[in-house]
Protein backbone atom coordinates (compact mmCIF):
# COMPACT_ATOMS: atom_id res chain seq x y z
CA UNK A 1 0.00 0.00 0.00
CA UNK A 2 1.13 3.39 -0.95
CA UNK A 3 2.11 5.41 2.19
CA UNK A 4 1.78 9.19 2.51
CA UNK A 5 4.73 11.44 1.53
CA UNK A 6 4.73 15.20 2.90
CA UNK A 7 7.59 17.81 2.24
CA UNK A 8 9.20 18.76 6.07
CA UNK A 9 12.28 20.95 4.71
CA UNK A 10 12.74 23.26 1.57
CA UNK A 11 16.24 25.48 1.42
CA UNK A 12 16.82 27.57 -1.53
CA UNK A 13 19.64 30.12 -2.57
CA UNK A 14 19.04 33.53 -4.26
CA UNK A 15 18.77 32.97 -7.76
CA UNK A 16 20.79 34.76 -10.43
CA UNK A 17 24.22 35.04 -12.15
CA UNK A 18 27.13 34.60 -10.03
CA UNK A 19 30.39 33.95 -11.52
CA UNK A 20 32.48 33.55 -8.64
CA UNK A 21 30.07 30.83 -6.97
CA UNK A 22 29.82 27.20 -8.08
CA UNK A 23 27.44 24.25 -7.60
CA UNK A 24 29.52 22.86 -4.79
CA UNK A 25 28.98 26.16 -2.13
CA UNK A 26 25.25 26.75 -3.69
CA UNK A 27 24.22 23.38 -2.73
CA UNK A 28 25.58 23.16 0.82
CA UNK A 29 23.77 25.95 1.10
CA UNK A 30 20.73 25.15 0.42
CA UNK A 31 21.14 21.54 1.38
CA UNK A 32 22.00 22.79 4.99
CA UNK A 33 18.39 25.01 4.80
CA UNK A 34 16.42 22.63 4.26
CA UNK A 35 18.38 20.02 6.46
CA UNK A 36 17.50 22.81 9.48
CA UNK A 37 14.27 23.51 8.37
CA UNK A 38 13.30 20.54 8.61
CA UNK A 39 14.91 19.50 12.01
CA UNK A 40 16.67 16.75 11.12
CA UNK A 41 20.70 15.54 10.26
CA UNK A 42 22.31 14.74 7.41
CA UNK A 43 22.60 11.40 8.65
CA UNK A 44 19.37 10.56 9.08
CA UNK A 45 18.81 10.81 5.11
CA UNK A 46 17.90 7.70 3.60
CA UNK A 47 18.72 8.64 -0.21
CA UNK A 48 19.82 11.77 -1.95
CA UNK A 49 18.41 12.42 -5.44
CA UNK A 50 20.69 15.11 -7.28
CA UNK A 51 18.98 17.36 -9.86
CA UNK A 52 21.63 18.69 -12.48
CA UNK A 53 21.65 19.41 -16.48
CA UNK A 54 24.55 21.11 -17.40
CA UNK A 55 27.64 20.31 -15.38
CA UNK A 56 28.94 18.37 -18.06
CA UNK A 57 29.21 21.55 -20.55
CA UNK A 58 29.41 24.29 -17.95
CA UNK A 59 32.07 22.83 -15.91
CA UNK A 60 33.04 19.73 -17.02
CA UNK A 61 31.46 17.32 -14.24
CA UNK A 62 30.17 14.93 -16.93
CA UNK A 63 29.53 12.15 -13.74
CA UNK A 64 29.13 11.45 -10.01
CA UNK A 65 27.59 15.16 -9.97
CA UNK A 66 25.81 14.72 -6.81
CA UNK A 67 28.59 13.09 -5.19
CA UNK A 68 30.64 15.86 -6.16
CA UNK A 69 28.47 18.54 -5.29
CA UNK A 70 27.34 17.07 -1.72
CA UNK A 71 30.81 15.25 -0.07
CA UNK A 72 31.10 18.31 2.49
CA UNK A 73 27.43 18.24 3.19
CA UNK A 74 27.97 15.07 6.19
CA UNK A 75 26.17 13.04 3.26
CA UNK A 76 29.35 11.79 2.26
CA UNK A 77 28.38 7.86 1.96
CA UNK A 78 24.51 8.03 1.52
CA UNK A 79 22.90 6.68 -1.86
CA UNK A 80 22.78 9.40 -4.15
CA UNK A 81 21.12 9.38 -7.58
CA UNK A 82 21.77 11.72 -10.03
CA UNK A 83 19.15 12.99 -12.14
CA UNK A 84 18.79 14.55 -16.07
CA UNK A 85 15.76 15.56 -17.16
CA UNK A 86 16.13 19.21 -18.71
CA UNK A 87 14.17 21.26 -17.18
CA UNK A 88 12.56 19.17 -15.57
CA UNK A 89 15.23 17.62 -13.66
CA UNK A 90 14.21 18.51 -10.41
CA UNK A 91 10.75 18.08 -10.64
CA UNK A 92 12.10 14.24 -11.87
CA UNK A 93 14.20 13.89 -9.23
CA UNK A 94 11.86 14.64 -6.68
CA UNK A 95 9.25 12.15 -8.45
CA UNK A 96 11.67 9.22 -7.63
CA UNK A 97 11.92 10.57 -4.04
CA UNK A 98 8.49 10.46 -3.71
CA UNK A 99 8.13 7.04 -4.72
CA UNK A 100 10.97 5.43 -2.68
CA UNK A 101 9.19 6.92 0.33
CA UNK A 102 5.64 6.13 -0.85
CA UNK A 103 6.78 2.70 -1.30
CA UNK A 104 8.39 2.54 2.22
CA UNK A 105 11.74 1.87 1.04
CA UNK A 106 12.77 5.05 3.19
CA UNK A 107 11.88 7.27 5.77
CA UNK A 108 13.35 10.69 4.56
CA UNK A 109 15.08 11.92 1.51
CA UNK A 110 16.86 14.46 0.41
CA UNK A 111 16.16 15.98 -3.11
CA UNK A 112 18.72 18.37 -4.61
CA UNK A 113 18.66 20.99 -7.52
CA UNK A 114 21.32 23.40 -8.92
CA UNK A 115 22.75 24.77 -11.44
CA UNK A 116 25.42 26.53 -13.11
CA UNK A 117 24.58 28.31 -16.27
CA UNK A 118 26.92 31.17 -16.55
CA UNK A 119 30.13 31.48 -17.80
CA UNK A 120 32.69 33.67 -19.47
CA UNK A 121 31.82 32.51 -22.95
CA UNK A 122 27.90 33.10 -23.31
CA UNK A 123 27.58 31.03 -26.27
CA UNK A 124 28.55 28.06 -23.88
CA UNK A 125 25.77 29.11 -21.56
CA UNK A 126 23.79 28.65 -24.95
CA UNK A 127 24.64 25.41 -26.05
CA UNK A 128 23.35 24.08 -22.66
CA UNK A 129 19.58 24.71 -24.36
CA UNK A 130 20.55 24.01 -27.85
CA UNK A 131 21.04 20.32 -26.41
CA UNK A 132 17.91 19.74 -25.12
CA UNK A 133 16.09 18.44 -28.27
CA UNK A 134 17.06 15.28 -30.50
CA UNK A 135 20.34 16.23 -31.77
CA UNK A 136 19.52 13.55 -35.02
CA UNK A 137 16.19 15.51 -35.82
CA UNK A 138 17.20 18.73 -38.26
CA UNK A 139 15.13 21.47 -37.12
CA UNK A 140 13.64 24.21 -39.53
CA UNK A 141 15.89 26.31 -40.93
CA UNK A 142 14.64 29.57 -39.19
CA UNK A 143 15.11 27.73 -35.71
CA UNK A 144 18.46 29.34 -34.17
CA UNK A 145 18.78 31.46 -36.92
CA UNK A 146 18.01 34.43 -35.75
CA UNK A 147 19.06 37.07 -32.58
CA UNK A 148 17.08 34.22 -29.80
CA UNK A 149 17.88 30.61 -28.88
CA UNK A 150 16.78 27.44 -30.43
CA UNK A 151 13.96 27.70 -27.54
CA UNK A 152 12.94 31.02 -27.91
CA UNK A 153 12.51 30.59 -31.96
CA UNK A 154 10.58 27.31 -30.97
CA UNK A 155 8.39 29.14 -28.10
CA UNK A 156 8.01 32.42 -30.65
CA UNK A 157 6.84 29.96 -33.16
CA UNK A 158 4.08 28.51 -30.96
CA UNK A 159 2.97 32.04 -29.79
CA UNK A 160 2.12 33.19 -33.17
CA UNK A 161 0.06 30.05 -33.69
CA UNK A 162 -1.28 30.70 -30.69
CA UNK A 163 -2.12 34.80 -31.22
CA UNK A 164 -3.48 33.78 -35.07
CA UNK A 165 -5.81 31.21 -33.27
CA UNK A 166 -7.09 33.29 -30.14
CA UNK A 167 -6.67 36.73 -30.37
CA UNK A 168 -4.09 37.04 -28.05
CA UNK A 169 -1.50 40.21 -28.24
CA UNK A 170 2.06 41.40 -27.16
CA UNK A 171 -0.21 43.82 -24.52
CA UNK A 172 -1.26 40.40 -23.18
CA UNK A 173 2.00 38.83 -23.32
CA UNK A 174 3.76 42.45 -21.66
CA UNK A 175 1.07 42.07 -18.84
CA UNK A 176 2.58 38.38 -17.82
CA UNK A 177 5.77 40.10 -17.39
CA UNK A 178 4.22 42.74 -15.55
CA UNK A 179 2.56 40.43 -12.72
CA UNK A 180 6.19 38.28 -12.97
CA UNK A 181 8.18 41.31 -11.85
CA UNK A 182 5.56 42.63 -9.53
CA UNK A 183 5.68 38.70 -7.80
CA UNK A 184 9.27 38.80 -8.29
CA UNK A 185 9.71 42.30 -6.42
CA UNK A 186 8.42 40.31 -3.42
CA UNK A 187 10.61 37.12 -3.37
CA UNK A 188 14.17 37.57 -1.27
CA UNK A 189 14.85 34.99 -3.96
CA UNK A 190 14.50 36.16 -7.23
CA UNK A 191 17.28 37.13 -10.02
CA UNK A 192 14.74 40.01 -11.09
CA UNK A 193 13.66 42.09 -8.10
CA UNK A 194 12.59 45.55 -10.08
CA UNK A 195 8.54 46.07 -11.47
CA UNK A 196 8.43 47.43 -14.97
CA UNK A 197 5.71 48.43 -17.47
CA UNK A 198 3.72 47.50 -20.54
CA UNK A 199 5.61 49.90 -22.02
CA UNK A 200 8.87 48.68 -21.02
CA UNK A 201 8.20 45.27 -21.77
CA UNK A 202 7.43 46.07 -25.73
CA UNK A 203 9.90 48.46 -26.50
CA UNK A 204 12.42 45.80 -24.98
CA UNK A 205 14.86 43.84 -27.52
CA UNK A 206 13.30 41.86 -30.10
CA UNK A 207 14.36 38.27 -29.46
CA UNK A 208 12.19 36.47 -31.71
CA UNK A 209 8.73 38.29 -33.01
CA UNK A 210 6.77 38.39 -31.09
CA UNK A 211 8.96 37.40 -28.16
CA UNK A 212 10.93 40.93 -26.30
CA UNK A 213 13.82 40.55 -23.95
CA UNK A 214 12.10 40.51 -21.13
CA UNK A 215 9.39 38.09 -22.45
CA UNK A 216 12.25 35.46 -22.28
CA UNK A 217 13.90 34.02 -19.48
CA UNK A 218 17.12 34.22 -18.30
CA UNK A 219 20.22 32.69 -17.50
CA UNK A 220 21.02 32.23 -14.01
CA UNK A 221 22.74 30.16 -11.35
CA UNK A 222 21.49 28.34 -8.03
CA UNK A 223 20.19 25.73 -6.02
CA UNK A 224 16.99 24.72 -4.26
CA UNK A 225 16.34 21.59 -1.71
CA UNK A 226 13.77 19.67 -0.04
CA UNK A 227 13.34 17.04 2.46
CA UNK A 228 10.62 14.36 1.90
CA UNK A 229 9.25 12.30 4.90
CA UNK A 230 7.27 9.13 5.16
CA UNK A 231 3.81 10.52 7.44
CA UNK A 232 5.64 7.57 10.18
CA UNK A 233 8.42 9.92 10.29
CA UNK A 234 6.65 13.34 10.31
CA UNK A 235 5.10 11.96 13.13
CA UNK A 236 8.47 10.91 14.90
CA UNK A 237 9.68 13.85 14.31
CA UNK A 238 6.83 16.32 15.45
CA UNK A 239 6.98 18.60 11.85
CA UNK A 240 4.91 21.38 12.63
CA UNK A 241 3.87 22.05 9.17
CA UNK A 242 3.82 19.17 6.87
CA UNK A 243 3.03 19.85 3.22
CA UNK A 244 1.51 16.65 1.62
CA UNK A 245 2.12 15.07 -1.93
CA UNK A 246 -1.13 14.13 -3.32
CA UNK A 247 0.40 12.79 -6.47
CA UNK A 248 3.12 13.20 -9.29
CA UNK A 249 2.87 12.53 -13.00
CA UNK A 250 5.31 12.42 -15.43
CA UNK A 251 5.55 11.92 -18.62
CA UNK A 252 7.28 12.37 -22.21
CA UNK A 253 6.53 14.44 -25.35
CA UNK A 254 4.26 12.89 -28.41
CA UNK A 255 5.10 13.85 -32.43
CA UNK A 256 1.04 14.18 -33.22
CA UNK A 257 -0.20 17.69 -32.53
CA UNK A 258 -3.98 16.15 -32.68
CA UNK A 259 -3.34 14.70 -29.34
CA UNK A 260 -3.30 16.08 -25.64
CA UNK A 261 0.23 18.01 -25.08
CA UNK A 262 2.65 17.30 -22.43
CA UNK A 263 1.37 19.46 -20.15
CA UNK A 264 -2.60 18.47 -20.44
CA UNK A 265 -1.38 14.90 -20.14
CA UNK A 266 0.90 15.13 -16.88
CA UNK A 267 -1.92 17.47 -15.39
CA UNK A 268 -4.55 15.62 -15.84
CA UNK A 269 -3.13 12.54 -14.83
CA UNK A 270 -1.99 14.05 -11.58
CA UNK A 271 -5.50 15.89 -10.84
CA UNK A 272 -6.85 11.92 -11.58
CA UNK A 273 -4.46 10.56 -8.70
CA UNK A 274 -4.76 13.64 -6.40
CA UNK A 275 -8.60 13.65 -6.75
CA UNK A 276 -9.41 17.11 -7.62
CA UNK A 277 -9.67 19.21 -10.31
CA UNK A 278 -8.24 22.55 -11.60
CA UNK A 279 -11.21 24.35 -9.73
CA UNK A 280 -10.29 22.99 -6.87
CA UNK A 281 -6.12 24.61 -7.04
CA UNK A 282 -5.77 27.80 -5.53
CA UNK A 283 -2.12 28.53 -6.10
CA UNK A 284 0.25 27.37 -9.20
CA UNK A 285 3.50 27.55 -9.89
CA UNK A 286 3.96 26.92 -13.86
CA UNK A 287 6.78 26.59 -16.40
CA UNK A 288 6.99 30.09 -17.83
CA UNK A 289 9.66 29.77 -20.14
CA UNK A 290 8.42 32.69 -21.81
CA UNK A 291 5.69 35.06 -20.99
CA UNK A 292 3.35 33.69 -23.32
CA UNK A 293 3.67 29.95 -22.32
CA UNK A 294 2.40 31.19 -19.05
CA UNK A 295 -1.30 32.15 -21.24
CA UNK A 296 -0.95 28.27 -22.92
CA UNK A 297 -0.63 26.87 -19.74
CA UNK A 298 -3.48 28.42 -18.44
CA UNK A 299 -5.28 26.55 -20.55
CA UNK A 300 -3.35 23.27 -20.41
CA UNK A 301 -3.77 22.74 -16.82
CA UNK A 302 -7.43 23.61 -17.09
CA UNK A 303 -7.68 27.00 -15.08
CA UNK A 304 -9.56 28.39 -18.14
CA UNK A 305 -11.06 26.50 -21.36
CA UNK A 306 -9.54 26.71 -24.42
CA UNK A 307 -8.76 30.43 -26.23
CA UNK A 308 -10.03 31.78 -22.63
CA UNK A 309 -6.39 32.32 -21.10
CA UNK A 310 -5.82 36.29 -22.07
CA UNK A 311 -9.52 37.06 -20.48
CA UNK A 312 -8.00 35.17 -17.59
CA UNK A 313 -5.32 37.19 -16.87
CA UNK A 314 -7.18 40.55 -18.20
CA UNK A 315 -9.66 39.61 -15.28
CA UNK A 316 -6.85 39.31 -12.75
CA UNK A 317 -7.69 36.34 -11.23
CA UNK A 318 -4.22 34.88 -11.33
CA UNK A 319 -2.47 38.05 -9.99
CA UNK A 320 -0.99 37.79 -6.34
CA UNK A 321 -4.52 38.50 -4.66
CA UNK A 322 -6.35 36.62 -7.53
CA UNK A 323 -8.49 33.32 -7.01
CA UNK A 324 -5.56 31.23 -8.30
CA UNK A 325 -2.32 32.56 -7.87
CA UNK A 326 0.05 31.48 -10.64
CA UNK A 327 3.73 32.18 -10.58
CA UNK A 328 3.91 33.92 -7.41
CA UNK A 329 7.15 33.17 -7.28
CA UNK A 330 7.55 35.26 -10.10
CA UNK A 331 7.85 32.21 -12.10
CA UNK A 332 10.71 31.55 -14.57
CA UNK A 333 10.61 34.79 -15.75
CA UNK A 334 11.38 36.74 -12.51
CA UNK A 335 12.54 33.81 -10.36
CA UNK A 336 14.92 32.31 -12.42
CA UNK A 337 15.42 29.60 -14.48
CA UNK A 338 18.91 27.83 -13.09
CA UNK A 339 17.36 24.83 -14.88
CA UNK A 340 18.01 21.78 -12.57
CA UNK A 341 16.95 23.80 -10.10
CA UNK A 342 13.92 24.91 -11.06
CA UNK A 343 11.19 22.22 -10.38
CA UNK A 344 12.61 22.04 -6.85
CA UNK A 345 12.28 25.65 -6.34
CA UNK A 346 8.65 25.72 -7.64
CA UNK A 347 8.22 23.29 -4.75
CA UNK A 348 9.80 25.14 -2.33
CA UNK A 349 7.24 28.27 -3.12
CA UNK A 350 4.62 26.22 -3.25
CA UNK A 351 5.79 24.64 0.39
CA UNK A 352 5.74 28.13 1.61
CA UNK A 353 2.54 29.31 0.25
CA UNK A 354 0.83 26.19 2.21
CA UNK A 355 2.49 27.17 5.14
CA UNK A 356 1.56 30.53 4.76
CA UNK A 357 4.64 32.30 5.42
CA UNK A 358 4.89 33.24 1.70
CA UNK A 359 5.00 37.07 2.67
CA UNK A 360 4.51 39.64 0.68
CA UNK A 361 2.90 37.32 -1.81
CA UNK A 362 1.11 34.91 -0.17
CA UNK A 363 -2.26 33.48 -1.25
CA UNK A 364 -4.78 34.03 1.60
CA UNK A 365 -6.03 30.56 2.46
CA UNK A 366 -4.59 28.58 0.26
CA UNK A 367 -4.51 24.85 0.87
CA UNK A 368 -4.02 22.81 -2.33
CA UNK A 369 -1.11 23.66 -4.74
CA UNK A 370 -0.03 22.67 -8.33
CA UNK A 371 3.05 22.52 -9.85
CA UNK A 372 3.88 22.04 -13.63
CA UNK A 373 7.07 21.77 -14.99
CA UNK A 374 8.41 21.09 -18.39
CA UNK A 375 11.83 19.74 -20.15
CA UNK A 376 13.38 19.91 -23.38
CA UNK A 377 11.75 19.37 -27.04
CA UNK A 378 10.37 16.10 -28.97
CA UNK A 379 9.21 17.27 -32.68
CA UNK A 380 6.12 19.76 -31.73
CA UNK A 381 6.02 18.98 -28.12
CA UNK A 382 7.91 19.36 -24.59
CA UNK A 383 10.28 16.12 -24.34
CA UNK A 384 9.00 15.29 -20.30
CA UNK A 385 5.96 17.06 -18.76
CA UNK A 386 6.11 16.77 -14.52
CA UNK A 387 3.09 17.67 -12.46
CA UNK A 388 2.90 17.42 -8.75
CA UNK A 389 -0.22 18.31 -6.02
CA UNK A 390 0.32 19.52 -3.11
CA UNK A 391 -1.69 20.20 -0.11
CA UNK A 392 -2.59 20.90 3.80
Same mark, same amino acid.
Given at each position: ??????V????? @????K????????????A? =?E?????????T??????? =??? =??G????????R???????T??????V?N??????????????????????????????G???? $?????T????A??????????L??????????I????YA???????A????????????????????????????? @?E @?T??AV??A?M???P? @??P??????????????A?A???????????????????????????L?????R?A??????A?????????????D?? =??A??L???N???????????????G? $???????S??????LL???????????????E??????G????R????A?????EN?????G?????????????
Open positions: MQQQCAIGIGM @TPFGFMDRGIREMSEAV =AALADAGVAAEIGHVYF =ANS =AALITGQEMIGQAALRFGLAGKPSVENACASGSTALYHAWLAVSAGEIDLALVVAEKL $THPDKVSSQFARAVDLEEKPDHVGAGNGSFMDIEKTRRYMKTGATAEDFAGIVVKSRQAGARNPYAQFR @T @TAELGRISNL @TLMCSAIGDGASAIVLSAAVRRLGSPKPVWIGGISVVSGLADLSPNCAECQAVYERGIGPQDVHVVELHAT =APELHYELGLCGQGEAPALLRSA $TGLGGRVVNPSGGSRGHPIGATGAAQIVLTQQLRTATGQREGKVALANGGQIPDAAVGVATVLHV
